[in-house]
């Protein structure tokens, strides 16, 4: 999925495009790049990222972020919400949700993050985007920020099934888009257990 967080328009119609790719695909994560990682947890986040580049998002512009351990990132505070909610959103939480459900790492998986100026994933993340966007053909972005969640479990403590997708953000300073991928095969489960489900599914599913 790649939306533009411009108009919501275009994120409503990016929606109806998610497609799998190979984990070999996704932009590189891990310690071998410099990633920052999130302790194992159940329902917690990063400390507050400050970021070189403010990031536009709708009507603000975001100088932080929290990734969270439950498939989101947030600007304006940490979420530990674990069931989610349908979109929009009451009140002033603005929110950024690859795939929001009751991760829980403390079992198996790793949440991964990173701010990236490199050219070359730049230039990919340009590629994509005026792929998705024929009229973004001048969208040159200058900075990505890219959250993982590797293999992660669900609640309580589940390994039986993990889920692995990443989201990336990129801007120019002033527009922005955001391009969420799911690894091939790697998506096997969409509820925890306080959630109403039963062995990672049922219940109220995850929400993108």
Not at 25 to 46: C, E, H, K, Q, R
Not at 111 to 129: F, G, K, N, Q
Request: aromatic letters at 14%; glycine letters at 8%.
């Amino acid at each position: 999925i790649i939306m533009s967080v411009v108009t919501f328009s275009a994120l409503l119609s990016a929606l109806t495009c998610a497609t799998a790719i190979p984990l070999g695909d996704f932009y590189p994560f891990g310690f071998a790049v410099s990633d920052t990682v999130i302790p194992a947890n159940d329902d917690g986040s990063s400390p507050t990222v400050f970021l070189t580049e403010p990031f536009p998002f709708f009507d603000e512009e975001h100088s932080t972020l929290f990734v969270n351990n439950n498939g989101d990132i947030s600007f304006t505070a940490r979420v530990s919400q674990y069931t989610p909610e349908p979109f929009p959103l009451s009140g002033d939480l603005a929110l950024i949700a690859p795939y929001w459900a009751d991760v829980d790492t403390t079992g198996t998986g790793t949440v991964w993050y990173r701010e990236s100026t490199d050219a070359e994933l730049l230039a990919r993340a340009r590629t994509m985007i005026q792929s998705a966007f024929t009229s973004q053909d001048n969208f040159i972005p200058s900075h990505i920020f890219v959250a993982t969640w590797d293999h992660v479990g669900y609640y309580d403590s589940r390994t039986d099934k993990t889920n692995t997708f990443q989201c990336v953000m990129a801007t120019n300073g002033v527009s922005a888009f955001v391009i969420f991928l799911y690894a091939d095969g790697e998506i096997q489960w969409t509820t925890g257990d306080a959630s109403g489900g039963r062995n990672g599914i049922g219940g109220t599913q995850a929400h993108v």
